[in-house]
Structures are given as structure tokens and as C-alpha cells.
């Protein structure tokens, strides 16, 4: 018996959906498996998780915190692998955001009295951070040819040392000087009432706060939507994506689309690193144990990849991913070590990848031999004198 | 009477969608030179890639010299004698002459863990000399022309010891002169007692070379006949089961008319680093149709990017109507009005998973846009009516252009090109793979092209093709182009195409 | 004159190159049969907390246990491989984000760490270690001294490796096959060469080294475990390959290159010596010299001739029409 797999003619348009659904299911058991592998329960394991994630009191303000940054970091994944251009750089894009953003902050925070204004001036900061950061590797993959994965991977780390470096060890602009806790323990200047960004409560589980990064989060997956299926920007960056020399034949800029995507998807990662610092820690977080152990660069690829790059279900996913990774911090300890989030996170990719196929080619299970009687079963093929 | 070489029966394959190969019944003595003759999509290739054991048949029975086979992999082929000359090689482009040959080899010299150079380019220098197939062993498969990769892909097949031999459309890359000294080749390998099956859809080769042949037609294998019961008209009447339609080009066109395009001295860069293109001239009045001759890989597919823009001049100017289209810009080359049929369709002229309405779009949509915004719904009225208007058969405008086959995908190119007027319509082996009835239709829109009073370039390989369709007749060799002074000449054709100048 | 700056420098590199090369040796057997494999980076972190646990649980002599870890290593990376294999050879998923899952699955917030913190690895020192082989006597002779006879066994069967793979793929027939097949699969399939069998087994070996790669770290180099210990070195190891231009004896010079980079940061401060304006140079230093040698190798002409497997990144599929 074999199975082969063929390309489906047309792709019923239910499928796209059925079969993330499918992967996630068959995730949660492959990992219920490893679990059991190692003594802990599984179900009682996901109820757990599911509780902290979004049922318990203050779950979803929190499953909103991990969210947002997901949000941003999955829509600039999206952004840029839909065009086949792998900027695995969201971490560091974020990282840059945030300074931006700090520093638009602190510095604005200080001289004007209009709050929106000054968080304006923030999110444009985020994305004039983010964008540069990675229009690095955008440059170098348009005009040098050089792989963008491998370079944008390396400004990570990069980035993560500027970012500790900026408080851990320099006297910078972003540092916090005065003050004693500034000197036992450095930390960044916190950010002026002025520019903290703002939240607004619904009356419900306790109070669920939506902090601004998720509508401005909204407002993004609405624009990338839009561009990417409406206007000759997304038109061409499609055929880009799709067949670089149709794109060329088309009349397309190769080189500078291949920026202008890159710095489009670092810019949103950007907003991600101001809204870290305006919307959460009110102040530039350069601990090696903060903002660059939560990796949300990289779990943002596994929210666009499972959401199939598509801006509306990115924001579903990010929702999911994030009542995960917060579950996954409150549930830690003795019976949940660190680390089972990203196992589950890459087994869910994992299934996603494997559901992918699906969705293009469909299983055909061949009866072995194609013959009738009287043929001598299964003969071996004569070798040669 | 000794059994055949090889004996297929009832061998059926399908693909989804379509059935390649239905219920085929073929054999083949040995010593013989027998034809598969058919019409491109006809299912010859299909079958002869179940022989080989690249694919496993739905149902059927095959046998060799009267033993029943079943071929699970490509290794079981090649160990039970079938060997194949494929129409676009299987040959690894950076390793060596030698090192193809060796590849995957299980006998003699191969059987070795460690491979020893010396001896390979020992036995490769006899074989080329003893079949006429001269090649140096050492040299690097990219570094060789087009027709002395062919020769290593026989040698290949007769280093394997191969007493079957499939040669799939072996003259598409040749000129004249090889073609008449491949047949050679062959008569010499019937001599030696092996099986040679001939693809092709070319009736006078078949004439030429076969001692039968087996029409194929539809996935159907129609009949068998001895080449010398049979003629050109009976076989192309198997073939196709109407009359083909002839097409004559009279070739008078008006020198006084104004040339739609001027190549000035221009030279280009393959890619590779090599120059392709050396200091190419010509002009192309409105109305003409100029054929290019000559075997692929002479700077044929580099002079017509040059010209598109898709490909920079190292030199040289393009003019359209008199002015000077931007260097190596394709929208400035077809906003000029040059459009471009390229010989690449799902790769280079289409997108390949973007819908037929986007594709048919693809080089206008930004002047139907309004503003930064696409005009989705006029695109796809547009689609609709292409489709209608040239027969396309798809589902609807929203269908994605890599479900649609050969034929319907080179409407979808030509539709868009032709619909856009162009000043210039450059082609590049525009029916190659098409079956009969599309390349009747691609040859009628060529044909409108120059009514409508475009300068039409007609790059291909196919002589027939050539002949038919020209005003003039251009050839390419190693990147210069010479004109022929008599079109309708093969053997003056044949001759450029070599690289020679007649007397 | 063994204590200047350079040799000192040379030695390290050797040392810390190590794990660099025996990831990139891996890393270029898989992709010369034309499998991309991102995951190296998560293939290193498990075989690092394995190879630790396997030395921190077993309790026999020094050469046993190592021994065994480095087995326990191999066999782990290439369990791991073995999931993007099945991914992107019989699913035909994308390599790319198939080995970008395997690095968060197995990375530094994955089942490392999982598997670290769950056995409680990171509380005691390694229990054995590799060790420099040779006498002190000889460790002391000029130069070659603390290059060539200050290294451990590790280091010296990755030489042995270098000369191994050099061979398989230059001179032996499953080596030219497991060439072709990275270059043209098509070609190779019609030759009669089993393309699914050369792509997992090439993978598969490809994550076994990565696995001992990671091991060396936590066995020789660190002999801690800490969560996230390899540092980025899986990436640089994939780059390695890339400035290596797919040749073995050119991984070596790379990693010891690049090793010595590592070593520069602490070597400069032990010294009190400084390289730029502040430390943050001499810490990026590796990162931005990995950047700048693939630009240069990535934009000359020199890279259609000597450079990837054709088909690298391509699943190959034959019953297609």
C-alpha cells in the first residue's frame, strides 16, 4: 500500500480554516502525550492553562498583556513571509522600537502637556525605530543578495546587547540616576504621566483592561489588510512574493519593494516595542531576564504562521499564543516547569505545517499492484545480465 | 517468433483531471527503431516515463523480452536495460561529463566505493568515439552547448548498458546537421540489436528514422503501421483526425513602412557572466513578422529580455517608433509598447498563484487603478470577457492561474499581450508544448498581431514553425545575428544555425 | 611568548570553535543533500542539556561518561532533526519555517530549558569534563604548544571529521550521489538514487552533530548548564556554512575564526585592553562580523559558480505533472 499525495484542483474555501482549527486539536494531544511521557497530566494541565489563560479573575487583562506584543510582532511576521521575506528580525525590531519610543517619551513627556500628542510622537518614534532596524537587512538583501533570515536573526542579538547595554552599563539618557533603588539595581527613567499611554476597563471578570497597543493593534491589521488585497502596493508585493521574475516582468521596483516591505514589517514590530514601554512598563526595560527572555519576536512567527498570514486571524491567534505564554508565567513552578510554553508553541507550529499541506495536496492511498490474476503477483523486475 | 522488446498492454495513468494514458497497448521488437508519434499532450511522454519507472501505470501489464515487470523505482529500469533521453536533460549542470555518467551506476567501474577519475574518462572517450557522441569527460556540464548535453545523455543511457533506448523529442535542440547525424547514431544502436523508441511529434523525422510507428492521439494509442506503408497525410491524419490547417505566409511586406523597432548594436550579459548578445542589429517594420532561428541557448532568450527590459545592455539602444526605450526597464519597455510572450509562461509571464483576472492585469493594473487603490471589480470584468473572447477554459476570473493547463495558460499570455496593442510584439517558442488546435490559435493571433500592424519577432525552434510564419527569417548563433537571404531555405537555415556562412 | 595576546587568541578560537564547526559540519551535510536546517540552534540546546544530564546522572569513570554523553548528545539532535525532516521531505512543508518551529521547540524557552529545569541541571557543576589530552610538558612548547596539544579530544576529532567529510563527498560514490542529489534531485531520481533516503539520513547525521555540538559547550567549554547556553552559536554556525561555501576544510578555518572572536571580548578585558568605544563592541563583534562576511560572499559572482546546492530548500517531489 502507498500513499501518494497530489495537488488539489481547487481549494474548497472551507479548508483554510478547518485545518488550523485541526492542527491546534492535534497539537494539544501530541503534547498531551509528551506530558503524560513525563508525569504530568495533561488534562489537568490544560484546564489549568485555559483557567489562567482567560477564565480566572484579571486573566484576560493579563492574557491582553502578553497579546498586544504578539499582536504586533505576528503582524509584522505576516507582513513580510506572505512576500516570502523571511524578517525573523521582530525581536530586535521591537527592542528598537522601545528605545525609540522611550525616548520619544521621556524627551516629549517632559515639554508638552497633550497626552496625545506625546503618544503620537511615540508610536511614530516605534516605527521609525523598528523600520530603520530593519531596513538593514532590507538593504542588504535588495541591494547585496544577502540571505535576510540569517542577518535580521543576527541585529537580535544586537539589539538585545544595545538594549542592556543602554541600562546595564553605560550612563545613557534612557537610565534612571537618581533615586536609591537606581542604585542598587539599574533600571530605566520612568516615562512623565504625560506619556503613559492609556486603558480602558470593561465591567466584567473583575474588570478586563484593554490597554491602547491592542486598538492601535486593531488599526494595523485593518490597514495591512487593506494594502496587501486593495491597493498596487499589495498587488505587487504579492507578485513579488509569488514569482520574482513575473514580478520583474510586470514592471515591478524589485529592489525597493523588497525595502519597503521589510521596513513596513519593522515598523509594526517597532509600535510593538513603544506600546511595551508606553502601555506596560512605563519606563525602557533593559534586563536580560525582561523584555529579551519573553522572546515575542519569535513566538509572533508562530502566531502569523498558524494564522496563515492572515491580518484578522493573526489578531485571533496572538489572543490564544498570549493566554498561553500568560498562563504559562502564572502556572510557573514546580509542576510546570519553564520551557513547556515554547514546547507547546513549536509543537502547535509543528501541526500547522503539517495541516499546510493539506490544505494544497490531497492523500491518495494506492492498493499495491495494478494488475489483474494472471499476472504472476508482485514479479521481480528481471536484472540485467 | 522471439518475443518483443517490449510489450505494454492496457497501460492506463491518470492524473488529476486528466487521463494521460488510456488502456495503451504498445510493442516494440528488438533491433527496431520504432516511432511514438503524437500530438504535444498526446500522452507519448507519460508513457514512456512508466517505462523508465518514474511513474507507476494505474493499470496495465509491461514486459521485456517476454517477462513480465513492474518497475517500483527509476533504479529498476535502468538495472533491467531501459534507458532514457529526456527532453529536458537530467543532468546535474556543475558536475562533470564523467560524473553524470557515473551517477547511481551499481556495475564495472561504479561498483567502487571510491571513485576513480582516470578510468570513467577512459571508458566515456570510447563510447563517444565508437557512436560518433565526442565529448570531453572532464568538461562541466554548464560549459557545454545544448547539443553535446544531449550527446552525454545518450552516452549515459549506453554506459548503463541500456537495450532499450528512449529518445524523447531529441531534435527539438538541434540543427539540421546534428539531427541528421543523431540518426545515424540510432541506425547504428538498431544495428547493435537494441530497441530504440523514437518520440515525436514531427512527421518527417518519423519518416525519416522509424521502421514503425505507434500514433498515439488523446491518451489513446490509435494504431501501428510499418513507415514504409504509410505517409505524411495518413499520419498526421491519426494524428490529429482532421486536416491540419497550413499556414503560408506570402512575406511581402511594404519597406516603405515605418519601423516599429530599432536594435542598435546592442550587446548583453547572460547569466553567468558571459556574453550572450554580441552587437545584434535589426529593424522591424509595422506589419512584419520576423522569424529567429537557431537552437536555444545562442543568446535568443537574452535578446529578447534585452528588448523587453528585462535584461540591461551592457551596449546598444532599443527604439520603438523612433525613441529610445530606458535601459533594462521593463515598464518603460512596455509602456513603449513592447509586449513580450515569454518562452518561461508560469514562471516568468504569469503569477503563478494570483487569479487569471490579477494576471491578466499584471503589467496594466496600475494604469486601471485609481489612485493607490485597485479597480478589483473592472479587473475581473476584463478577466470575463478575455475569457470568453479567447476561449480560455477556467472556472471563472477568481481561478488561480496554476490550475490551468499548458494551452490555457499560453491563452492567458497572449490574450493580455494581444489585447494591449502593442507596437512590438516579441515571442518566444510560443507553442512549444501546445497541442494542435492551441497552436493553430497562437499562430492565427500572431498572424492578426502584424494585420493590426505590430512588428512581430518570432523566436522558436521549430523550423516548421519558421517557415510558416516569416516575412523574414534572422538566425542566432553564439549571439550575433545573421538575416538568411533565402527564406524558405532549410539548408541555408540550417547552415546559419551551425554558425556557417553559405558560400 | 605562549601567553601573548595571539596565541592565546588562536588557542581559544580553536577551543571555542569547536562546537562552531561540528554544528556547521552537520549543518553542511544536510544541505548539501539539499535540506535547510534552521533548527540548529534548538538541535545544539538539547544535545547541551542531555549530554549534561547523561555525564551528571551516570555514575562510572571520566571516559565512560563522556563517552555516553556525547552519544546521548548525537542521538538527541538527531531525534530532533528527524521532526523537520519528516516535516519538509515527506510533508513538503516550507524548510524555512519548519526549522525556525524546531528552534522554539527545542530553543532556549522550549524543551531545553524544559528538560533542564526539570531534572535541575543548572544547580551543580559538570561532574566530568573534557580535558586537554596531552601532557603539561608539551602544552608548554612554543606556539604549537597551547594550539595543537592544548586542545581536548573533542577538538581533535573534529580534525579527524574535517578530513572524513572531505573525503565521503569528493571521492566516494555515496557522496557524489548525496552531491547530486542536492543539486538536481530530478537527475539524481532518474539515475536510479533513492533522494528520500539521502535527504533524512544526511539530515539526520546533520542533527547528531549539532547535538555533540551542543554537548561540547556544556561539556568542555562551560561546564555549567544554564539555560540558552549556545548564545546565537547555531546561527553563526549556519553562516559558517554559507562563507564556507559548502567545503569542510573552509568550515575549519571559519569556526576557529569565529571562535576566536568569542574569545576576544574576555581575552581584551583580562587585559585591560579596549578594542572601541565600550564593551558593547567587542560583545557584538561576532554578530556584526557574521553580517559583513555574508555580504561579501553573497554579492559577488562567486556565487552562482561555487556556491549552494542548486536545490537547497526545494522539496523534491517526482509524480507531479
Redesign the interface.
Known amino acids: 500500500m502507498r500513499v501518494t499525495f ?5 481549494q474548497p474555501w472551507w479548508l483554510t480554516v478547518v485545518v488550523p482549527v485541526c492542527s491546534l486539536v492535534a497539537a494539544f494531544v501530541i503534547a498531551g502525550v509528551v506530558l503524560l511521557a513525563t508525569g504530568i497530566d495533561p488534562l489537568t494541565t490544560y484546564r489549568q492553562l485555559f483557567d489562567a489563560g482567560f477564565i480566572q479573575t484579571g486573566s484576560l487583562s493579563q492574557t491582553l498583556i502578553s497579546a498586544t506584543p504578539l499582536a504586533f510582532t505576528g503582524l509584522a511576521a505576516a507582513a513580510a513571509f506572505r512576500m516570502k521575506l523571511y524578517n525573523i528580525g521582530a525581536e530586535g525590531q521591537m527592542y528598537m522600537g522601545a528605545i525609540f519610543g522611550s525616548a520619544a517619551g521621556l524627551y516629549l513627556g517632559s515639554r508638552s502637556s497633550s497626552s496625545a500628542f506625546v503618544i503620537a510622537a511615540m508610536v511614530v518614534a516605534g516605527i521609525v525605530g523598528g523600520a530603520a532596524w530593519a531596513s538593514i537587512p532590507g538593504v542588504l538583501r535588495a541591494f547585496f543578495r544577502t540571505n535576510e533570515i540569517l542577518t535580521s536573526l543576527l541585529l537580535n542579538y544586537v539589539a538585545g546587547l544595545i538594549l542592556t547595554y543602554l541600562i546595564f552599563e553605560s550612563e545613557s539618557y534612557w537610565r534612571q540616576t537618581k533615586g536609591f533603588n537606581a542604585s542598587v539595581f539599574p533600571v530605566g527613567k520612568q516615562l512623565p504621566k504625560v506619556a503613559q499611554w492609556p486603558t480602558w476597563t470593561i465591567d466584567m471578570q473583575g474588570g478586563i483592561v484593554i490597554p491602547l497597543g491592542a486598538f492601535i493593534a486593531v488599526i494595523v491589521a485593518v490597514i495591512l489588510w487593506a494594502l496587501y488585497s ?6 505587487e508585493a ?2 513579488l512574493g ?2 520574482d ?7 515591478v ?1 524589485v529592489r525597493r519593494k523588497i525595502l519597503a516591505v521589510m521596513a513596513l514589517s519593522g515598523g509594526i514590530a517597532g509600535i510593538g516595542g513603544a506600546s511595551q514601554v508606553g502601555d506596560f512598563a512605563h519606563a525602557l526595560d533593559g534586563d536580560p531576564n525582561g523584555l529579551q527572555k519573553l522572546s515575542y519576536g519569535y513566538s509572533g512567527i508562530v502566531v502569523a504562521a498558524l494564522a496563515r498570514y492572515n491580518p484578522f486571524a493573526t489578531l485571533l491567534v496572538a489572543l490564544l499564543i498570549g493566554g498561553l505564554k500568560n498562563a504559562g508565567n502564572t502556572l510557573e513552578g514546580p509542576n510546570f516547569p519553564a520551557g513547556l510554553v515554547g514546547v507547546l508553541q513549536g509543537i502547535i507550529l509543528f501541526c500547522a505545517l503539517g495541516g499546510e499541506l493539506l490544505v494544497r495536496y490531497r492523500a491518495r492511498v ?1 492498493r499495491h ?3 489483474p490474476e494472471d ?2 503477483a ?2 521481480a ?4 545480465s | 517468433m522471439d518475443a518483443p522488446a517490449v510489450s505494454m498492454r492496457g497501460v492506463t495513468k491518470r ?4 487521463v494521460a494514458n488510456d488502456s495503451v497497448d504498445f510493442e516494440a521488437a528488438p533491433g527496431e527503431v520504432h516511432a511514438l508519434l503524437g500530438e504535444n499532450g498526446a500522452g507519448k511522454t507519460t508513457l514512456s516515463h512508466i517505462l ?1 519507472g ?8 509491461i514486459a ?2 517476454g ?15 531501459v534507458g ?1 533521453v ?1 527532453q529536458h ?7 562533470t561529463v564523467a ?2 555518467l ?4 551499481r ?1 564495472g567501474a ?1 561498483r ?4 576513480d577519475p582516470g578510468a570513467i574518462a577512459t571508458q566515456v572517450r570510447e563510447l563517444g568515439e565508437r557512436y560518433s557522441l565526442a565529448v570531453d569527460p572532464r568538461a562541466r556540464i554548464w560549459q557545454l552547448s545544448v547539443g553535446e548535453q544531449q550527446r552525454v545523455e545518450i552516452l ?1 543511457a549506453l554506459y548503463q ?1 541500456a537495450r532499450i533506448l528512449i529518445l524523447d523529442e531529441p531534435t527539438a535542440v538541434l540543427t539540421p546537421d546534428e539531427a541528421d547525424t543523431l540518426f545515424v547514431t540510432v541506425r547504428k544502436m538498431a544495428e547493435e540489436g537494441r530497441t530504440v523508441i523514437f518520440i515525436s511529434h514531427k512527421l518527417h523525422e518519423v519518416m525519416a528514422v522509424s521502421d514503425r510507428v505507434t500514433v498515439l492521439r488523446a491518451g489513446k494509442a490509435l494504431a501501428t503501421v510499418r513507415t514504409a506503408d504509410a505517409t505524411p497525410e495518413s499520419l498526421a491524419e491519426l494524428m490529429v483526425g482532421r486536416e491540419i490547417v497550413v499556414v503560408t505566409r506570402e512575406g511581402h511586406v511594404n519597406p516603405e513602412s515605418a519601423p516599429v523597432l530599432e536594435v542598435e548594436d546592442l550587446w548583453a550579459d547572460g ?3 558571459t556574453v550572450a548578445v554580441k552587437g545584434v542589429s535589426l529593424t522591424l517594420r509595422s506589419g512584419e513578422i520576423a522569424a529567429v532561428a537557431g537552437v536555444a541557448g545562442n543568446g535568443q532568450r537574452e535578446l529578447a529580455e534585452a528588448i523587453a527590459g ?1 535584461r540591461p545592455c551592457a551596449k546598444g539602444v532599443v527604439r520603438v517608433k523612433g525613441k529610445a526605450v530606458h535601459n533594462g526597464d ?2 518603460a519597455a ?1 509602456q513603449a509598447g513592447i509586449g ?1 510572450v ?1 518562452e ?1 509562461r508560469l ?8 487569479s487569471i483576472a ?1 494576471n491578466l492585469s ?2 496594466s ?2 494604469r486601471e ?1 485609481l489612485g ?3 479597480r ?1 471589480h473592472a479587473m475581473r470584468d476584463k478577466a470575463a470577457d478575455a475569457i470568453r473572447t479567447f476561449g480560455i477554459k477556467a ?1 471563472g476570473p477568481e ?1 488561480e492561474t496554476d ?1 490551468l493547463s499548458g494551452g490555457n495558460l499560453q491563452k492567458v499570455v497572449i490574450s493580455r499581450e494581444f489585447s494591449a496593442h502593442p507596437n512590438v510584439l516579441i515571442a518566444a517558442s510560443p507553442t512549444r508544448g501546445l497541442d494542435v488546435a492551441a497552436v493553430e490559435q497562437v499562430h492565427s493571433y500572431l498572424l492578426d498581431a502584424a494585420e493590426e500592424g505590430a512588428g512581430v519577432l518570432l523566436i522558436s525552434e521549430d523550423l516548421d514553425e519558421i517557415l510558416a510564419l516569416n516575412d523574414r527569417v534572422l538566425v542566432m548563433y553564439e549571439g550575433t545575428l545573421t538575416e538568411a537571404d533565402d527564406r524558405s531555405s532549410v539548408a541555408e537555415i540550417g547552415l546559419r544555425m551551425a554558425g556557417e556562412t553559405p558560400s | 611568548m605562549n601567553n601573548s595576546l595571539l596565541i592565546v587568541l588562536i588557542a581559544s578560537g580553536v577551543a571555542y570553535g569547536t562546537p562552531l564547526l561540528y554544528a556547521a559540519l552537520g549543518e553542511l551535510l544536510a544541505e548539501r543533500s539539499g535540506v535547510l536546517n534552521l533548527g540548529v540552534e534548538g538541535m545544539m540546546l538539547v544535545g547541551a542539556v542531555m549530554g549534561f544530564w547523561t555525564v551528571q546522572r551516570l555514575h562510572t569513570n571520566t571516559g565512560v561518561a563522556l563517552a555516553a554523553a556525547i552519544l546521548v548528545a548525537g542521538l538527541m539532535g538527531a531525534l530532533m532533526a528527524s521532526i523537520h525532516a519528516f516535516l519538509v521531505i515527506t510533508l513538503r512543508a516550507s524548510q524555512i519555517v519548519s526549522g525556525l518551529a524546531l528552534t522554539i521547540f527545542a530553543g532556549a524557552v522550549g524543551l531545553s530549558s524544559y528538560l533542564g529545569n526539570d531534572l535541575n541541571l543548572a544547580d551543580s557543576p559538570a561532574a566530568h569534563t573534557f580535558n586537554a589530552v596531552f601532557p603539561k610538558s608539551m602544552q608548554g612548547w612554543p606556539i604549537i604548544g597551547p594550539i595543537v596539544f592544548g586542545q581536548n579530544v573533542l577538538v581533535y576529532i573534529s580534525w579527524g571529521c574535517v578530513v572524513g567529510i572531505w573525503l565521503y563527498l569528493s ?4 557522496g ?2 548525496v ?2 542529489v542536492g ?2 534531485p ?9 533522494v528520500t533516503r539521502y535527504r533524512y539520513t544526511h539530515t539526520l547525521v546533520g542533527g547528531a552533530f549539532a547535538g555533540v555540538a551542543g554537548a561540547s559547550i556544556t561539556l568542555a567549554i562551560t561546564p555549567q548548564w544554564v539555560d540558552g547556553i549556545t548564545g546565537g552559536a547555531g546561527w553563526i554556525a549556519i553562516a559558517l556554512v554559507i562563507f564556507a561555501f559548502w567545503r569542510p576544510e573552509l568550515c575549519l578555518v571559519g569556526a576557529y575564526f569565529f571562535g576566536a572572536l568569542q574569545a576576544l571580548a574576555p581575552q581584551l578585558q583580562a587585559r585591560d585592553i579596549n578594542l572601541g568605544p565600550t564593551v558593547l563592541w567587542t560583545n557584538a563583534l561576532p554578530y556584526v562580523m557574521t553580517i559583513v562576511v555574508l555580504v561579501i560572499v553573497s554579492s559577488g ?1 562567486a556565487r ?2 561555487l556556491g549552494a546546492p ?1 536545490a537547497l530548500g526545494n522539496a523534491y517531489i ?2 507531479e ?1
Open positions: 497530489e495537488r488539489r484542483l481547487s486593495r491597493t498596487r502596493f499589495g498587488f504579492r507578485v509569488d514569482s521574475r513575473a514580478a520583474r516582468y510586470s514592471g521596483r494506492h499492484g495494478a494488475a499476472v504472476a508482485a514479479p523486475p528481471k536484472a540485467a | 492524473f488529476p483531471g486528466v523508465t518514474l511513474y507507476r501505470p494505474d493499470e496495465g501489464q521485456l523480452y517477462e513480465p515487470v513492474e518497475f517500483n523505482s527509476p533504479r529498476e529500469a535502468i538495472d533491467a536495460g532514457m529526456h536533460f537530467r543532468l546535474v549542470s556543475r558536475f560524473e553524470n557515473v551517477l547511481g551506476d556495475r561504479g567502487n566505493f571510491r571513485i549515459k548498458e547569466d553567468r557572466g528585462l521593463a515598464r512596455f513580450y515569454p518561461d514562471g516568468t509571464g504569469l503569477s503563478p498563484t494570483l490579477m499584471l503589467k493594473f496600475r487603478s493607490p487603490f485597485l478589483l472556472s481561478q490550475e | 571521492r566516494t560514490r555515496p557524489l550521489n552531491r547530486a543539486e538536481s530530478a537527475a539524481a531520481d532518474t539515475m536510479g538514487i533513492n559572482t552562482s559558480r542548486a517526482r509524480e505533472r
